[in-house]
């Protein structure tokens, strides 16, 4: 079965970076497009990037763009979130989510996507 696997959460300090990364398995990697999603407590799950499955388009959120760059490596089946300047307002459970896709495609909207990992705790205090 398809398996999303994040890791690399943590409690760091305002300004600190963090790398997140997913490990998917069970699916054909290079033929998903991926995104990372969050939640914070008390607030509905909100996006934050999206690569294409080749990796040549990338989006983010308005709230993270400049800060967070999303990357992939399809020989690892792995899709990295790096989170520098982190802000406190940035803590939250961070999901990576996909997707099979055509070409050069991102997607923002959760519901588009169609596989979830667990998701890993980021907390930054200031």
């Known amino acids: 079965q398809v398996q999303l696997i994040e890791s690399g959460g943590g409690l760091v300090q305002a300004g600190d970076s963090l790398r997140l990364s997913c490990v998917a398995s069970g699916l054909t990697f290079r033929l998903y497009a991926m995104g990372w999603f969050r939640q914070a407590p008390g607030k509905e799950r909100e996006f934050v990037a999206a690569?294409?499955?080749?990796?040549?388009?990338?989006t983010y959120a308005d709230s993270v763009r400049g800060r967070f760059t999303i990357s992939r490596d399809n020989a690892e089946n792995t899709v990295y979130l790096q989170m520098n300047s982190l802000k406190s307002e940035d803590t939250a459970v961070y999901y990576c989510?996909?997707?099979?896709?055509?070409?050069?495609?991102?997607?923002?909207?959760?519901?588009?996507?169609?596989?979830w990992g667990q998701g890993t705790q980021v907390t930054v205090s200031s």
């Open positions: 989510a996909a997707v099979v896709s055509d070409a050069s495609r991102t997607y923002n909207t959760d519901r588009a996507y169609s596989y």
């Open positions: 690569i294409s499955r080749s990796g040549d388009r990338t």
